[in-house]
């Protein structure tokens, strides 16, 4: 299983971006799919996430700013990322969510199997 992600840019605070992930398959042991991030020197952090079936879940940093959208069809989510700031800065990650994941557990990184190889968004002041 192959993510691609790819949206990231340079941009200026109060911007907006759209990053898309493609999985190259859908199998059955997934169910949904998400973003995190990852600044220079910090942890990892999660951002959205979203079943196929259409619940989503987001990072508190992010409630508000950012959307998460899928196309079943395409094997793509989008994270729609509004009124970024310079905290948001990071490098995005996309990954494949384990089936049976609750709700309330989908911001675990260990409940994700396969990783993209990150799109780097940079928020100038």
């Known amino acids: 299983v192959q993510l691609q992600a790819s949206g990231g840019g340079m941009v200026q605070a109060g911007d907006s971006l759209r990053l898309s992930c493609t999985t190259s398959e859908r199998t059955s042991s997934s169910d949904h799919m998400g973003w995190f991030r990852q600044a220079p020197g910090k942890e990892r952090d999660f951002v959205a996430a979203?079943?196929?079936?259409?619940?989503?879940r987001y990072g508190d940093s992010v409630k508000g700013r950012f959307a998460i959208s899928g196309d079943r069809a395409k094997n793509t989510v989008y994270l729609q990322t509004n009124s970024l700031k310079p905290e948001d800065t990071a490098v995005y990650y996309c990954?494949?969510?384990?089936?049976?994941?609750?709700?309330?557990?989908?911001?675990?990184?260990?409940?994700?199997?396969?990783w993209g190889q990150g799109t780097q968004v940079t928020v100038s002041s």
């Open positions: 979203i079943r196929w079936s259409g619940a989503t």
């Open positions: 990954a494949r969510g384990r089936r049976g994941t609750i709700l309330s557990a989908m911001g675990d990184p260990d409940r994700y199997d396969y």
